[in-house]
């Protein structure tokens, strides 16, 4: 059975993540519905990484088994067809090998997480960034992020559901950067490892903004992540500003298709 690999782009709003549920909208559901009426099913897809409710998606990477020899680019147009009104749309397709998994041939995770700064409530944006009203101190950000930068038990900052066996990660990455504009100040946090914990992110960066605001020194991030306790943790910050921006593989399989 020929295997694809579908490059995904998602508004998270309507679903309640992306693993299939019974009694709930998911992003999963939506592509295997839509992979169904071009093929007898039922189908299964495979994700590099499973967003949360209401989180976005730039790039997830998906693969799936079919039976039919499809052109990647009539495979993707026929899935866009029946995947609306959805916010869903297949980005990108590629033939790969049948051991390829969007998931375990991953060896890398990118992250971004939008905060909006501005006194005015938001609206053209809204449900897509994290609304913050006072003004953040970047520099105290970044140097609050350095502590988490290598290798660490990061056991404050993953839920208490999180089923990752051992809660040591290598957070690669974490780049704080202001976009001005009229509209107000776009703070961005870039993270990117090989794989992240549940609610890795969205702890980290509720904690950077604690430290943004004042409430927290840069060095409290040491101390939290030295206490392996989650109750160390600043709270968590909403899912709506958080996006999966990008998944890397050692040969990217769509790069002939770019």
């Given at each position: 059975m020929p295997?694809?690999?579908?490059?995904?782009?998602?508004?998270g709003a309507p679903f309640a993540g992306w693993q299939r549920q019974v009694e709930h909208p998911t992003v999963q559901g939506a592509?295997?519905?839509?992979?169904?009426?071009i093929e007898p099913g039922p189908h299964t897809i495979a994700a590099a990484g499973r967003t949360d409710a209401?989180?976005?998606?730039?790039?997830?990477?998906?693969?799936?088994?079919?039976?039919?020899?499809?052109a990647t680019f009539r495979l993707?147009?026929?899935?866009?067809?029946h995947l609306k009104p959805l916010p869903v749309a297949i980005t990108?397709?590629?033939?790969?090998?049948?051991?390829?998994h969007a998931r375990f041939s991953a060896n890398e995770r990118r992250y971004l997480f939008r905060i909006m700064s501005r006194r005015a409530p938001v609206?053209?944006?809204f449900g897509r960034v994290w609304h913050v009203r006072p003004k953040l101190d970047i520099a105290a950000m970044r140097a609050g992020a350095r502590h988490?930068?290598?290798?660490?038990d990061f056991t404050?900052?993953?839920?208490?559901?999180?089923?990752?066996?051992?809660?040591?990660?290598?957070?690669?990455?974490?780049?704080i950067s202001e976009q001005p504009g009229p509209a107000g100040t776009e703070i961005h946090f870039r993270l990117r490892a090989r794989s992240f914990l549940h609610n890795q992110v969205r702890s980290i960066v509720g904690t950077l903004e604690r430290v943004g605001a004042g409430s927290w020194h840069p060095d409290q991030v040491r101390a939290a992540l030295d206490a392996r306790d989650r109750a160390a943790c600043g709270p968590v910050c909403p899912p709506h500003g958080l996006y999966l921006a990008g998944v890397g593989y050692e040969h990217d399989p769509f790069a002939a298709q770019d």
């Open positions: 295997r694809y690999a579908f490059r995904i782009e998602y508004d592509i295997e519905a839509a992979l169904s009426r209401g989180v976005h998606a730039l790039a997830q990477v998906a693969h799936c088994d079919l039976t039919r020899d499809w993707s147009e026929a899935l866009n067809y990108d397709c590629a033939r790969v090998s049948d051991d390829w609206t053209l944006d988490l930068i290598g290798l660490h404050t900052f993953r839920s208490t559901i999180c089923q990752a066996a051992s809660p040591i990660k290598t957070l690669d990455e974490v780049e």
